[in-house]
């Protein structure tokens, strides 16, 4: 939502919107917003996606979004991801942060080398990738043609309806001197078991469930290394030569979800603001809409999540120029990203708590959405890669020319 305009379900604008593909994807995910919302409550009373919110999904194509043409996928540039997801916070932040997490999969996926990629999606196309992205989680051993693989890994989002897992683990050897690599695993649904523990205050509707793996075997081709996605060429993009399969993953790793965030803070604000326009003050009947206060905090709050949305957006596409033109971000630039992800998200936290608290009283009652958005955002912004502390350090520490602490940039 521009500044200065009433809060609406427009959809993102930008210099892709007028590229047909782009157009129709964000239109389908906008549809499905009224629906979404409506299964909101039984979707948290669930603790995954409904079944017929998975199936949405698929339909709109929504989940293949990233995923490379040459397999029937829409290739979208990067920044959909944080359009859609936006679209889709606008309605439930659970159904959002699965969409973002699974479609990414299929993006990531493509780097893979094309052993692995036809391997899964010439089973199926449609097939959902989880993922668990937490490296001191597992630990692994090269092996002869492979990896034995064992650890326990938690907040797998999507797991219970994904036929696969993308799980990071160290990669250690028997020589100290070679050290330690972090490596991404892809396994199928029968090398690795879920864990039921997804009880949780926030985003109660991702089914984000522990996995446990005990000593799978990994083929070579099956895993990658972090090293290999940190911009430029990599194994899959032989295959795939759209530029976003060069993109450096774990820099832009927060706008896969920050774009959850978006939409959740949006969402809060024009329920706010409706409310807002027909109140009457509890205590003195007067209108909530004449109330100096009422219009400030909405002044501030959509300030918040516009330049939020500038923020992610502006990221998402300077990397994908980048990319095309065949460039790599150095770590100055990474750890920008990194910086600008955690701020962005921080902000639409801000602007919803601000709102939460501007609501009094009725938004504690379970039966309207406010508590559950505020829930969400704050879930949401657990994650470490939201984590400005984090971020903002490693940030600092290389614009003052020491190294950078995060391994995986």
């Known amino acids: 939502m521009a500044s200065g305009q009433e809060p609406s379900m427009d959809q993102p604008r930008g210099p892709e919107a007028g590229e047909s593909a782009y157009a129709a994807m964000t239109a389908k995910a906008g549809a499905l917003v009224p629906r979404l919302r409506e299964r909101a409550a039984r979707t948290e009373e669930l603790r995954h996606l409904p079944p017929e919110t998975e199936k949405d999904l698929h339909d709109a194509g929504l989940f293949r979004m990233l995923q490379p043409k040459r397999v029937g996928g829409a290739e979208l540039d990067y920044v959909a991801l944080v359009d859609c997801a936006e679209l889709l916070g606008r309605a439930d932040a659970s159904v959002a942060w699965n969409f973002a997490n699974l479609a990414s999969h299929h993006w990531m996926l493509g780097m893979f080398e094309q052993k692995a990629q036809d391997l899964v999606w010439g089973r199926d196309p449609d097939a959902l990738i989880a993922s668990s992205f937490i490296f001191p989680a597992g ?26 897992n993308m799980l990071a683990s160290v990669v250690y050897s028997d020589d100290e001197a070679d050290g330690i690599e972090y490596r991404i695993f892809l396994l199928p649904k029968g090398d690795y078991k879920v864990l039921d523990t997804w009880n949780v205050a926030g985003l109660r509707g991702t089914g984000s469930c522990d996995v446990e793996v005990r000593d799978a075997f990994v083929p070579d081709y099956m895993t990658v290394a972090v090293g290999e996605l940190a911009g430029g060429p990599t194994p899959g993009s032989r295959v795939n030569p759209n530029p976003s399969y060069t993109l450096p993953v774990f820099s832009l790793f927060p706008y896969v979800l920050s774009g959850v965030a978006l939409g959740n803070a949006q969402a809060c604000l024009d329920d706010y603001a409706e409310v807002a326009r027909h109140r009457l003050s509890t205590y003195n009947r007067a209108k909530l809409s004449d109330f100096q206060s009422t219009q400030i905090k909405i002044a501030e709050a ?10 992610m957006r502006s990221a998402c596409i300077d990397a994908m120029d980048d990319a095309r033109r065949g460039h790599v971000p150095n770590m100055a630039s990474k750890t920008r990203y990194r910086r600008d992800g955690a701020f962005s998200v921080n902000l639409c936290t801000e602007a919803v708590s601000m709102l939460f608290a501007a609501s009094g009283a009725r938004g504690l009652f379970t039966t309207g959405v406010l508590q559950r958005q505020f829930r969400d955002a704050h879930a949401i912004n657990s994650h470490l890669a939201f984590n400005f502390d984090a971020a903002g350090t490693n940030y600092g520490r290389v614009a003052l020319g020491l190294p950078s602490e995060n391994l995986t940039l």
């Open 302 to 311: 959509s300030a918040k999540i516009d330049a939020a949305r500038l923020i």
């Open 139 to 164: 630990r692994a051993r090269k092996v002869g043609g492979g990896y034995r693989l064992h650890g326990s890994w938690p907040f797998s989002s999507g797991v219970a309806s994904s036929e696969w």
